[in-house]
């Protein structure tokens, strides 16, 4: 697992579910993925930007990322 949390949202993704198919990255409007060893990774210097889409979280065809907003 690696979590990420700023600003009152928190993205986790879970690495041994990942299957680095990219499409978070190709998605994310915020632009705070990348891949790295063909699995998913948080850019935390942009993690800032999201603005809780959620694109990443319903676009992932194995359910590897959540997206938690915290009050």
Known sequence: ????E??????????????GCGLCEKLCPAG???????KTRIKEERLSY?????ACEV????QAIVVIERA
Request: charged share 20%; with cysteine.
């Open 1 to 4: 697992m690696c979590a990420q």
């Open 6 to 19: 700023e600003h009152g949202v928190s993205i986790v993704v879970d690495i041994e579910r990942c299957i």
């Open 32 to 38: 705070i993925y990348k891949l790295e060893s063909n």
């Open 50 to 54: 999201c603005f809780v889409c959620r």
């Open 59 to 62: 676009s992932c065809p194995v």
